[in-house]
């Protein structure tokens, strides 16, 4: 998908990716560990984004 909101994850769509609960993923979101955006009332994480945290934590595990 090319659009810009195939690009925008929402919080469920995180928590699923991730295996995570609602709580744990705005805790995240809140210290500042997952860049998100806000649209509105709407919270949105870029896909960049959660593959960027994946990748911070995959590298701090193995560290």
Do not use: H, N, Q
Not at 5 to 28: I, N
């Amino acid at each position: 998908m090319t659009t810009a909101t195939a690009e925008l994850l929402t919080v469920p769509e995180v928590m699923a990716r991730l295996k995570l609960g609602r709580s744990t993923v705005y805790d995240l979101i809140r210290s500042r560990r997952l860049v998100s955006i806000t649209i509105g009332r709407a919270r949105r994480i870029p896909a960049d984004a959660l593959r960027d945290f994946i990748a911070r934590e995959t590298e701090e595990a193995a560290a």
